[in-house]
């Protein structure tokens, strides 16, 4: 009479753990880039929003620029309802809807001006350049 036991010999065990391994080597790297991917399309997608929306003031207020506000470090004009002469009023906006968009690397919103003081410094999350309406994330690698 034979006994017939059930379960896993010693080698199929071990195959399985040698191609779970391999397949664990190959897909965890691969995740570990997720987050800085992330945070570079939404840096990305708000640099570029955040520019069109300059663009739209521009043509919208006969080629006048948002103003730096220098003590709530924001541009003002984009977050409210402006005239042509780009005070308060009805005529346009606000452009950008809630809260100026941070950038997601320092996780900070404030606006600073431009120079090379500020860039990477961390007090702020974007420069911007009041003469020609430019802006960029506070990083020296995306300066100009």
Partial sequence: M??????FTLIE??????????LAAT???QFTASTSDAKQSALD??????RA???????DHNGLLPTLDETNKTLPELLKQ???????????????VGEFPA????NNDVVAGTGAACV???AAGWQYDVDTGGLWPNNTEYWP
């Fill in 103 to 106: 950038n997601p690397f320092s």
């Fill in 13 to 22: 065990v071990l195959i399985v753990v040698v191609i779970m391994a391999v």
């Fill in 120 to 122: 990477g410094a961390g």
């Fill in 53 to 59: 929306q300059i663009e739209l003031y521009k043509i």
């Fill in 45 to 50: 997608f708000n640099t570029h929003s955040l």
């Fill in 2 to 7: 034979r006994h017939h036991r059930s379960g």
């Fill in 82 to 96: 402006t005239n042509a002469a780009g005070a308060d009023g009805t005529d346009f906006g606000p452009y950008l």
């Fill in 27 to 29: 897909i965890i790297p």
